[in-house]
């Protein structure tokens, strides 16, 4: 047997492998399960038939009752459910990008009396329940006669704190000489901020936009509570169609959530790398 001075046998070394890497790939596959088992049940719930969601033990494999997803479909006014969403969900994205850049410039970039308080004032909305403003928010929305309208789902939301904080904290790592050369040459804040500001913090622009969209889509309480009428209802709002005086209509809510969830998992997952990379940039998209 042939042994290395110093060591142990050469097959006994070739044997070492590191368990870190294992370890993490079982971790990742336990989390991953463990985050696709309800989408899974909900699934297999949308496919069964009304007397199998009570049984015990349920069962993890679908029926394949596919005449859930018709029914799910002839319960509530969908195209227009999703063309609203879509509506809201767009324009509460592109404002809240807007104010989330021209914010978030202001506070990274910009050196004025008052910043950091300022700031400090715009955090500390985070901090406040949005349940507890409901009721002001309504009343207010009810003096403005915004009540029922596609504004009241799209102005409130239309700046995002996290979105300031987010983008400030990109333009904050920056080097300050970018914008001091900028200034030299004779370019103006704005330009500062659309020629050189925007195209190095896209990751956390993209961010943003997804976090709002995804916000919107999922909205319900907000829309639930200020809108009456399914012309401008959200598909979340439709939701609480299978909810009745009889009990819920568990196969026929869990087809329409399946539906409604599969547009916002297909662009999660074209957009990912993206989302990921933005998430994991510390520098601000600079090379």
Same mark, same amino acid.
Not at 8 to 24: C, D, L, Q, Y
Not at 78 to 84: D, I, M, Q, T, V
């Given at each position: ?41 909900? %699934? ?14 349920? !069962? ?17 006014? #969908? ?13 509460? $994205? $592109? =404002? ?42 309504? $009343? ?10 596609? #504004? ?23 080097? &300050? ?16 901020? #659309? !020629?050189?500001?925007?195209?190095? $913090?896209?990751?956390?622009? =993209?961010? %943003?936009?997804?976090? %709002?969209?995804?916000?919107? #889509? ?9 809108? !009456? !009428? ?17 009990? &819920? ?39």
């Amino acid at each position: 047997m042939h042994v290395r001075p110093g060591g142990a046998p050469s097959h006994v070394r070739r044997r070492r492998r590191p368990a870190g890497p294992v370890v993490r790939r079982v971790v990742a596959v336990a989390v991953g399960l463990a985050f696709l088992a309800p989408f899974w049940w909900v %699934v297999t719930t949308s496919l069964a038939r009304t007397s199998d969601v009570y049984r015990f033990p349920p !069962s993890l494999l679908p029926h394949w009752h596919v005449a859930n997803y018709a029914r799910a479909w002839a319960a509530a006014p #969908w195209p227009r459910l999703f063309g609203n969403t879509v509506l809201v969900a767009g324009a509460t $994205v $592109v =404002l809240a990008v807007l104010t989330s850049v021209l914010a978030g410039f202001a506070f990274g970039v910009l050196r004025f009396r008052g910043r950091t308080a300022l700031f400090t004032v715009v955090l500390a909305v985070m901090m406040v329940p949005q349940t507890v403003l409901l009721i002001p928010d309504y $009343v207010i929305a009810q003096t403005a006669d915004l009540l029922d309208t596609y #504004w009241i789902q799209i102005l409130p939301w239309g700046a995002s704190v996290f979105g300031i904080f987010l983008v400030r904290q990109f333009f904050a790592g920056l080097p &300050t000489e970018l914008f001091d050369a900028a200034e030299l040459d004779g370019a103006g804040r704005l330009r500062m901020l #659309w !020629s050189i500001g925007v195209p190095l $913090v896209r990751p956390a622009i =993209l961010i %943003v936009a997804l976090n %709002v969209f995804l916000g919107s #889509w999922n909205s319900f309480v907000w829309p639930f509570v200020m809108t !009456s !009428s399914p012309a401008v209802q959200p598909v979340e709002v439709g939701l609480a169609t299978f909810y009745g005086a009889q009990g &819920t209509d568990w196969t026929g809510l869990s087809a329409a959530v399946t539906f409604t969830t599969v547009p916002v998992l297909v662009l999660f997952l074209a957009l990912q790398r993206h989302f990921l990379t933005g998430a994991y940039s510390t520098a601000g998209g600079l090379k």
